[in-house]
């Protein structure tokens, strides 16, 4: 085995992001092959990689100016577009720049390891050039994303799936939500308003609902105390915890119980007004502490 067949495919990274949250994305990939971060301005008359990536949160007229500038300094190299914001205008433009994929953040595991596996067969490739002078096809599934078939809604629900596994797993520990907003490639802000958009909820009353859902599970069929309850729940405070399950259910955790038990009707949930909203932000801000 040569040392050129089990060197890793090389990919030079270009940061067109407002938050520079590039290095989160390039750790995905850190373990399949050399990434290097190129600085910007960059000499691309010396650009030397098997795949370039240019990632963008919010493409801008300047962030796409410089993607066609680097094309023409260095069109035997292929380019990738990793990008956030998605539209199908966006998706054909990039298509006709002949940029080699075009990838909308954040990447499910199958995505991932579909592109994974073409760039290893493209530095194969390219490594084979001084050998072979024929054009080899690369099954990279060059068609449109998935994802520009699909409703808005989809778009949304797709781009945090992952997020939503994360949670369904976790929260019932302290979740943070500029972290996760960084695991998509996103700042935020836009995290906020997707996962809102996608989901009807906040997500610190996203994450409130679950854990009084589960609670509401534990009160209906376990014999467990009601503090220890809370505690199971994430409610590290059982003062917090009453006072939270009385906003959300309308009733005591002990007045659920009991009315559950005796087979009659529990107090419907309340409307959330503004001032129980606010209070619930407070509340699931607190539920670290």
Same mark, same amino acid.
């Given at each position: 085995m040569t040392s050129n067949e089990i060197r890793k495919p090389s990919l030079l990274w270009f940061d067109r992001t407002h938050d520079r949250s590039t290095h989160e994305l390039i750790k995905q990939f850190e373990d399949a092959c050399d990434c290097r971060l190129a600085k910007d301005p960059v000499c691309t008359s010396q650009i030397q990689a098997d795949m370039i990536c240019i990632h963008f949160d919010r493409p801008d007229t300047p962030g796409l100016r410089m993607l066609l500038e680097i094309k023409r300094a260095a069109p035997t190299i292929p380019? +990738? @577009?990793? +990008?956030?914001?998605? #539209?199908?205008? %966006? =998706?054909?433009?990039? @298509?006709? #720049?002949?940029v080699?994929?075009? $990838?909308? $953040?954040? %990447? #499910?595991?199958?995505?991932?390891?579909?592109?994974? =596996? =073409?760039? =290893?067969?493209?530095?194969? $490739?390219?490594?084979r050039v001084n050998d072979q002078r024929k054009t080899a096809q690369i099954d990279h599934s060059p068609t449109l994303p998935g994802s520009i078939r699909m409703t808005p809604g989809h778009q949304k629900h797709q781009a945090l799936s992952n997020v939503q596994l994360y949670i369904d797993q976790y929260f019932r520990d302290s979740i943070d939500q500029k972290e996760l907003a960084k695991r998509c490639g996103m700042t935020t802000f836009r995290f906020s308003r997707l996962f809102k958009e996608a989901y009807g909820l906040g997500f610190t009353d996203y994450i409130l609902n679950k854990r009084m859902n589960f609670a509401k599970e534990l009160l209906d069929n376990s014999q467990m105390p009601i503090t220890s309850i809370g505690y199971e729940a994430g409610f590290k405070d059982p003062s917090y915890f009453a006072r939270a399950f009385k906003q959300f259910a309308n009733c005591t955790p002990s007045e659920y119980r009991l009315a559950r038990q005796r087979g009659v009707p529990v107090a419907a949930e309340p409307t959330q007004d503004s001032a129980t909203a606010e209070m619930l932000e407070s509340l699931v801000q607190s539920l670290g502490g």
């Open positions: 380019i +990738t @577009m990793f +990008t956030v914001q998605h #539209s199908e205008e %966006l =998706a054909v433009w990039a @298509m006709r #720049s002949c080699w994929e075009y $990838l909308v $953040l954040p %990447l #499910s595991a199958f995505e991932k390891n579909r592109y994974l =596996a =073409a760039v =290893a067969q493209l530095h194969k $490739l390219r490594r």
